[in-house]
């Protein structure tokens, strides 16, 4: 019997890879996307056209209700949910006396308060299993804080407090909840930076390069096998952060 994983955010970047590995080691996927919704659409008949177990579905994740609705859908087609990857996120750099009430209300909403609900929905059917595997999308941000990016700095710290916590919680019912925190990873959310600022932080990086994608999927994938870790903050940045 195939598991099922839930990517939110799943259409591009980090979260696009991790699709892409969960559906490869035989998972049923569900994709939420918001907007991308011609990707997800071509995502999707690919997967299909090679026999993949692949579903889409619409949501902001920010949202209670759609939360509930994509994890209701989810348990509707496949039962159980087995892995939750919460990858939805937006990034902004503003200057901390410029970030609006609409600014940090937007930050925590998508940023945090979407992993808050996912959790939430997804628990009971993992607490009835007694077994599952949450993986929330951080930041190097969240651990050593960035200027000019304040709201998204508590955002992503408070997915970290989020992670320690719920781990506690969940631990005795079989279910493992971590953060993935990348350093500076080749993304779209990361094309403002100029080849100039790319190469200065490479300068500055132990390793002299920026993360791809696939290293965090591979991450994912570990912590999706291991069964003895849970409540960890682990950050791939080449060293960035020692």
Not at 13 to 21: E, K, L
Not at 53 to 58: D, L
Not at 104 to 129: D, K
Not at 230 to 242: A, K, L, M
């Amino acid at each position: 019997m195939r598991k099922t994983a839930i990517v939110t955010g799943g259409s591009r970047g980090i979260g696009a890879a991790i699709v892409d590995m969960l559906v490869k080691e035989g998972y049923n996927v569900v994709i939420n996307y918001n907007k991308s919704e011609e990707i997800v659409k071509r995502m999707k008949e690919e997967f299909t056209s090679k026999g993949y177990s692949v579903e889409t579905f619409k949501a902001d994740v920010s949202k209670r209700e759609e939360v509930k609705n994509l994890v209701e859908f989810t348990i509707r087609k496949f039962k159980n949910i087995d892995v939750l990857v919460n990858n939805a996120g937006i990034s902004q750099t503003k200057l901390f006396t410029d970030i609006t009430d609409e600014d940090w209300q937007n930050m925590i909403g998508t940023n945090l308060n979407s992993v808050f609900y996912m959790c939430r929905e997804v628990a009971p059917n993992m607490i009835h299993n007694k077994k599952g595997c949450i993986i929330n999308i951080s930041s190097i941000w969240g651990i050593t804080g960035a200027s000019c990016e304040v709201h998204y700095s508590v955002a992503k710290a408070g997915v970290d407090a989020l992670s320690k916590a719920l781990a506690k919680e969940l631990g005795p019912s079989g279910i493992r909840v971590n953060s993935i925190a990348p350093g500076i990873i080749d993304t779209d959310m990361n094309k403002y930076l100029s080849d100039k600022e790319v190469v200065e932080i490479e300068e500055e990086i132990p390793l002299g390069k920026i993360g791809k994608v696939q290293d965090i999927a591979k991450c994912a994938k570990w912590l999706i096998e291991d069964e003895y870790t849970t409540g960890q903050v682990i950050s791939i940045n080449g060293g960035w952060n020692i």
